[in-house]
């Protein structure tokens, strides 16, 4: 066989080959689930001396 006939052989075999790419959209839309947990712990230490002037001036 000559150069151009393989050549054109292989040209043949490798364009059959070639992938195809779908591209569809889901049937189901989707579902972003998110689970969000917020704590928030606030800690105050106070000197006994200015809890009492805080608990004697109090209504």
Do not use: G, Y
Not at 4 to 23: D, E, G, H, Q, R
Not at 40 to 52: G, P, T, Y
């Amino acid at each position: 066989m000559s150069r151009l006939s393989i050549l054109t052989l292989v040209l043949l075999l490798t364009a059959a080959c070639t992938p195809t790419v779908k591209v569809e959209a889901p049937d189901k839309p989707i579902e972003i689930n998110m689970n969000i947990n917020i704590k928030h712990e606030i800690l105050i230490k106070i000197e006994k001396d200015v809890e009492a002037l805080l608990d004697d001036d109090m209504f």
